[in-house]
């Protein structure tokens, strides 16, 4: 069975080492847990600038599905959308989706 955890050794400034150890009894836990929060804001970062500057083929494929999309989805005999399905429903601030009033 491969081990779970791995031993580094990291180099860190004494005072903020010391500002760890003043709020967190566990060093480890305490920089996995900062470790975690980088790489994961790292991860919506970089998904936000593939977002905000996608590949041109990426773009070109979007929009032609979205058009075969529409065009499916305009058609009168078409079973792909239920219009009478579902719940309408409305984004809430600080309460997320929530059923929207008919």
């Given at each position: 069975?491969?081990?779970?955890?791995?031993?580094?050794?990291?180099?860190?400034?004494?005072?903020?080492?010391?500002?760890i150890?003043?709020?967190e009894p566990n060093r480890s836990h305490f920089v996995a847990?900062?470790?975690?929060?980088?790489?994961?804001r790292r991860r919506r970062e970089a998904l936000l600038a593939s977002i905000r500057s996608p590949h041109p083929d990426s773009?070109?494929?979007?929009?032609?599905?979205?058009?075969?999309w529409g065009s499916l989805a305009a058609d009168g005999d078409s079973k792909l959308v239920d219009v009478a399905a579902g719940k309408p429903v409305k984004w809430v601030d600080g309460r997320g989706w929530v059923e929207r009033k008919r």
């Open positions: 069975m491969p081990p779970t955890t791995a031993r580094v050794t990291v180099t860190l400034p004494v005072d903020l080492v010391e500002e150890d003043r709020v847990v900062a470790v975690e929060h980088e790489i994961e773009v070109a494929l979007a929009a032609e599905g979205a058009a075969e």
